[in-house]
């Protein structure tokens, strides 16, 4: 489910662009050539930073897509602390560079969500979500935010629907992304692996037999 309109731009970065756009006239006046270029540098960097390419969705209704764009860390199986049940985490590193934009990785309802401290090094604060899809399969997507990372935009709300591969947020800075999937889930993605969000296939629910397990 994606919307009419697509702005290759994000919509986070206007006012960011358009005062750097000012910023780079009233420095051409006032402050000569040199300090202007410096400031359409600067413009330059945000163009690349809020950038948002449009994204082809998958159709693949049973298929967990990447919330975010970067590379995977971690492959692994855990035991989920919010449902309390095995689980195979996924866990997405965002570089600068990397888009931005976060996608909801299934289609289904928002049944819950949590903000705790995050005591792990490099990380102050996490935002998780409980997302459920029509079939009953639950997913967990979790933000780790840290110094660098502490200002997000975040849209997702308990009781609402929400598409595959929809945009549900803006990670400004760089940041650390977990998702849960159920533990019988297959896999279709190594780590290492550069992903693209809402485009890129990160595993499958399985509905029956086939599931693929990852050795801790």
Not at 1 to 29: C, D, P, R
Not at 102 to 131: A, D, H
Request: charged share 15%.
């Amino acid at each position: 489910m994606q919307g009419k309109q697509h702005h290759f731009i994000a919509t986070e970065g206007w006012l960011i662009l358009l005062v750097l756009a000012l910023l780079a006239v009233v420095s051409n006046v006032y402050l000569g050539l040199f300090a202007s270029l410096l400031v359409v540098i600067l413009l330059l960097v945000a163009c690349v930073i809020f950038r948002n390419p449009r994204r082809v969705i998958p159709a693949a209704p049973l298929a967990v897509v990447s919330p975010a764009s970067g590379n995977i860390q971690i492959i692994d199986n855990v035991d989920d602390p919010w449902l309390s049940r095995p689980a195979l985490r996924f866990r997405l590193h965002m570089s600068l560079w990397d888009v931005h934009n976060l996608r909801c990785p299934v289609e289904g309802k928002v049944m819950n969500q949590w903000s705790s401290e995050n005591s792990e090094p490099g990380f102050n604060k996490r935002y998780t979500y409980w997302i459920r899809t029509d079939e009953g399969d639950d997913v967990i997507f979790s933000l780790l935010m840290g110094r660098w990372s502490a200002f997000a935009r975040l849209g997702l709300q308990i009781g609402e629907r929400i598409g595959q591969g929809q945009p549900c947020g803006f990670l400004y800075f760089t940041g650390a992304i977990e998702v849960l999937m159920p533990a019988d889930s297959r896999v279709e993605k190594q780590a290492g692996d550069i992903v693209d969000a809402g485009a890129s296939i990160l595993g499958q629910f399985m509905h029956g037999s086939g599931a693929t397990m990852i050795g801790k």
